[in-house]
């Protein structure tokens, strides 16, 4: 049964991925009399909005199939006005309860937004588009006196969640009147698992790090698989 609230769809994407790491996919809805059966529709339980990063797929992390998942990606998972629209067709018309921000370790587009805020180097061509977008959550980082790549791509996924919200009237109102949720998390390329970095519950409206990366002050809040 497709998932209809944020807790089911994250708890359907959590048994997923578990599924992927201990080596026991199902390969759900991905033989070709499903194919058939969405032919004339679609009904995603989950947005991802996520990394371009080619070891991402997030039909195979999660152990998913065709119209489970709505996805859209960009390098570092940036947010531009196309990922917004997309985010909210799928919120809006589709009726998809839960967006997630999928991240992970060792980000390229992180690490090259770093090299060229240290070296005051531009990136070439439309690079720059990706760095401009990142360097917000390396300040953040900094502010915090954080220094490893990968806590600083924690603070980038969650900033990415804040900027979903902050830059989507559309999505925030979905979230505030409990028919949505935004969650953060970061997939571990070695191990292949993912862990949550920041949610924002059906409902809520403040986006939440765990441990040390967290802003002093904060409440620790997150939608539960």
């Known amino acids: 049964m497709t998932p209809t609230t944020p807790e089911q769809a994250l708890a359907e994407l959590h048994a997923g991925n578990r599924r ?3 080596g026991v996919p199902r390969h759900p809805n991905q033989d070709a009399g499903h194919r ?3 032919a004339d529709g679609q009904h995603p339980f989950a947005v991802i909005v996520g990394c371009s990063d080619s070891r991402l797929a997030a039909e195979i992390i999660f152990d998913r199939g065709l119209g489970d998942l709505f996805v859209v990606r960009t390098a570092g998972h940036t947010v531009g006005p196309e990922v917004l629209g997309s985010v909210e067709y799928a919120v809006t018309v589709l009726g998809t309860p ?3 921000v999928l991240g992970h370790d060792s980000c390229g587009a992180v690490q090259a937004a770093r090299d060229a805020v240290t070296t ?3 990136p070439p061509g439309h690079l720059g588009a990706v760095v401009d977008a990142v360097v917000p959550s390396l300040r953040l ?3 915090r006196g954080v220094t490893e790549i990968n806590d600083i791509v924690d603070i ?3 900033q990415t969640v804040a900027a979903l919200l902050a830059n989507s009237t559309v999505l925030a109102e ?3 009147a409990g028919r949505c949720a935004v969650v953060g998390v970061s997939y571990r390329l070695s191990a292949g698992e993912v862990r949550t970095v920041a949610a924002v519950p059906a409902g809520g409206s403040t986006a939440t790090v765990p441990g040390p990366v967290a802003p002093a002050g904060s409440a620790a809040t997150a939608v539960t698989a």
């Open 120 to 122: 005051g180097t531009p």
């Open 156 to 158: 980038h996924i969650a």
């Open 98 to 100: 839960l967006v997630v």
């Open 20 to 22: 992927f790491v201990t």
């Open 174 to 176: 979905q979230v505030a």
């Open 36 to 38: 058939a059966a969405v």
């Open 141 to 143: 980082a900094a502010d």
